[in-house]
C-alpha cells in the first residue's frame, strides 16, 4: 500500500461545532478535520441537519435533492445540504423532518432510529456523490453501526470494498443501548444478537458502542490513560471483556483544541485580549467577569471557574460534600453548566447562601465559557473519570490554573506543581475524595499567594502544546492501520472461500 497516498476520509459525528454543540464531541468534530485536512487528506464530515441549525446562517445548499433510504422494510426520504467547516473542507447535513426537525438534539425515544437514519443516509449519500471514502471514521454510540454494516449488508457492496472503519470512543458510558426492534429498523436483523461469554447482556440487547467496537478496523478512544482504563472492570463500563478482546487494535490518542478559535490573544468575547507575554493585561478579563456575574469585583480574591455539563461524571458530588468548608476560605466561585437538576439545585442554593461570593449561571452559553476561562484564576475538574477533558486544556490556553482529579486526559494533560522545580501546569490529586480535592485546592490557593509562582504555573500552562497537530499524525497512521487491518481480513476470507 501506499503510504503516502492523501486519503478520503468521512467523518460521522452526532454534533459539529459550530453547527451543533452540546459538549466536548462537538468540539472535536470541528477541529479535528482540519487538522486532518492540513495535512493534505481529503476529509468530509456529516452530521443531521437539526431544527436549530439555521441553513441561512450557515448558507447551507442542497446537494442532494430527496432520495429513498432503507428503514425497516420500508424507506424514508432524505436530502443533503452542505456547508462548510472550512474553504475545503464539505459539511454534509442530512434532513428529514420527522426525525430532526426539534428543539434538541439527543434525549428522545425515538434516537435509535434517527441515528440510523442518519448513518445509513451518510453512506448512501456518498454512493450517490460517487465520492468513495477510503475511511469511515464514527464517532461515539450514534454512528457505531455503520463498522457493522460494512461488514455485513455492505459487505458485498463493491462501492465499500476498500473502505474500512475507525471508531473513537470519546464517552463510553454513553453506549446507546435498545431493544431488539433495532436490529429490524437498522435492517440487520437476521445476524441477531452479539454473544460474548463474559458478557450476558449482549444477547438480549443491542449496545450500539459495543458493536462499533466489535466491528471497526481500528478502534481509538481520547487518551493514552484512558485507552488503559477502560481495559479494566473498574472503568470499563461493562464492556471491558471486548475491549481486551480488540486490545491490539485499540489506541489511545489525546484531543487537541482548535487554536484559532480558542486563542486569548484574538477572541472577540474576553473584555481584554492576551497572551503569555503580556499576562497583565489579563485582570480586565477578571473584573469584567466578576462585574457580568455579579461577584464582588477585587482583583485580589482568587476566583475559580467551572464549565460543564453537571453530570455525576464530572464529580460534583465529592465538590458538594466540601464546598460549604472551601468558601469558608478566602475565594470566589463561578459555575456555567447545564445537566442533572440535582447540581442545579445544589450550586442555586450555594449562590443564594453566598452572594457576592458564588454564582451559578444554569444555561449552555459560549461566550460567557470563553470570559470564564480567560478571568478566572482557577479552573476545577475533579472528575470521577474523564476520557480526555478539553475544559482544562482551554482553562491552559487562557491562563486559568486546572485543578483535577489525575485521570484519564486530565492525567495525560495535567501535570502537578512541583515547587522545588518549577514543573508543572496545575494541581492533581489521586483518590476519588473529598478531602483529596480540598487539600489540591488549598495548595492551589497556597501557590496563589505568590505572584511569581503563579505567573509560572500559568505560563506553563499557556506555553504548552494542546493543538492537533502531532495527534492529527497519529489519527491518519489510524486510518491507514485500520485499511491494512480491512485488507487482511479481507484476503484471509477470500482465501477461505477459494478452498471450500
Ligand atoms: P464533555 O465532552 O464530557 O462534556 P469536555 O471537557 O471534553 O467535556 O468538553 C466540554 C466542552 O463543552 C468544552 O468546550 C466546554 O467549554 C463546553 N461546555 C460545557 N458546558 C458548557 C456550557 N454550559 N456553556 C458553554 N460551553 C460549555
Same mark, same amino acid.
Given at each position: 500500500?501506499? =503510504? ?31 487538522? $486532518? ?5 481529503? $476529509? ?34 432524505? /436530502? ?90 470519546? =464517552? ?80 489511545? $490518542?489525546?484531543?487537541? $483544541? ?41 482583583? &485580589? ?74 478571568? /478566572? ?5 475533579? /472528575? ?40 508543572? =501546569? ?58 491494512? =487491518? ?10 477461505? &472461500?477459494?478452498?471450500?
Amino acid at each position: 500500500m501506499d =503510504n503516502d497516498r492523501p486519503l478520503k476520509i468521512l467523518y460521522l459525528s452526532a454534533e459539529v461545532v459550530p453547527f451543533a454543540k452540546t459538549g466536548g464531541l462537538a468540539d472535536v468534530a470541528g477541529s479535528l478535520p482540519k487538522a $486532518i485536512h492540513s495535512l493534505g487528506h481529503d $476529509i468530509r464530515v456529516a452530521m443531521p441537519r437539526y431544527g436549530r441549525i439555521d441553513p441561512l446562517k450557515f448558507d447551507l445548499k442542497e446537494v442532494l435533492p430527496p432520495f429513498p433510504i432503507p428503514m425497516d422494510r420500508q424507506t424514508e426520504e432524505v /436530502s443533503v445540504l452542505q456547508g462548510q467547516l472550512a474553504p475545503e473542507i464539505p459539511v454534509y447535513l442530512v434532513e428529514n423532518t420527522k426525525y430532526y426537525d426539534r428543539d434538541g438534539i439527543y434525549m428522545y425515544p425515538d434516537d435509535a432510529e434517527r441515528f440510523i437514519l442518519f448513518c445509513r443516509s451518510a453512506l448512501e449519500m456518498t454512493h450517490r456523490l460517487d465520492w468513495r471514502p477510503d475511511v469511515i471514521h464514527c464517532n461515539d454510540w450514534h454512528t457505531a453501526i455503520v463498522p457493522n454494516w460494512l461488514k455485513t449488508v455492505y459487505h458485498d457492496d463493491p462501492f465499500f470494498a476498500h473502505t474500512a472503519s475507525v471508531y473513537t470512543i470519546h =464517552n463510553l458510558a454513553y453506549q446507546g443501548v435498545f431493544g431488539y426492534r433495532v436490529l429490524e429498523i437498522a435492517g440487520i436483523a437476521e445476524y441477531g444478537f452479539m454473544y460474548h461469554p463474559e458478557m450476558a447482556d449482549l444477547a438480549e440487547v443491542v449496545d450500539f458502542m459495543a458493536r462499533g467496537i466489535y466491528f471497526a478496523d481500528a478502534i481509538n478512544t481520547v487518551s493514552e490513560t484512558y485507552a488503559r482504563e477502560i481495559l479494566t472492570p473498574e472503568c470499563g463500563e461493562k464492556l471491558d471483556p471486548i475491549l481486551r478482546d480488540r486490545s491490539d487494535r485499540l489506541f489511545g $490518542i489525546v484531543n487537541g $483544541i482548535d487554536y484559532e478559535v480558542m486563542n486569548p490573544a484574538t477572541d472577540p468575547y474576553i473584555a481584554r485580549t492576551f497572551d503569555a507575554d503580556h499576562l497583565d493585561l489579563r485582570v480586565n478579563n477578571k473584573l469584567a467577569l466578576q462585574q457580568e456575574a455579579g461577584l464582588d469585583v477585587d482583583a &485580589s480574591v482568587p476566583l475559580t471557574g467551572i464549565v460543564s455539563r453537571l453530570t455525576d461524571q464530572k464529580g460534583f458530588d465529592i465538590l458538594g460534600n466540601v464546598i460549604d468548608h472551601l468558601l469558608d476560605l478566602n475565594l470566589q466561585v463561578v459555575v456555567l453548566g447545564t445537566g442533572d437538576p440535582h447540581y442545579h439545585e445544589m450550586f442555586s442554593r450555594l449562590s443564594q447562601t453566598y452572594p457576592g461570593r458564588a454564582v451559578v449561571f444554569l444555561t449552555f452559553n459560549a461566550a460567557l465559557a470563553q470570559k470564564i476561562y480567560a478571568g /478566572s484564576d482557577m479552573f476545577l475538574m475533579p /472528575s470521577r473519570f474523564e476520557p480526555c477533558g478539553l475544559g482544562q486544556m482551554l482553562a491552559m490556553r487562557y491562563g486559568s490554573v486546572p485543578i483535577v482529579r489525575s485521570t484519564g486526559g486530565l492525567a495525560d494533560t495535567v501535570c502537578d506543581w512541583d515547587p522545588r522545580t518549577g514543573v508543572g =501546569n496545575g494541581f492533581s490529586f489521586e483518590r476519588y475524595d473529598r478531602w483529596a480535592l480540598f487539600a489540591a485546592i488549598v495548595r492551589a490557593l497556597e501557590n496563589y499567594r505568590y505572584p511569581e509562582t503563579w505567573r509560572k504555573l500559568q505560563v506553563n500552562g499557556m506555553t504548552a502544546d494542546f493543538s492537533w497537530q502531532a495527534s492529527a499524525r497519529k489519527y491518519v497512521e489510524l486510518y491507514r492501520r485500520a485499511m491494512s =487491518n480491512q485488507t487482511s481480513e479481507r484476503t484471509v476470507q477470500a482465501e477461505a &472461500s477459494a478452498e471450500q
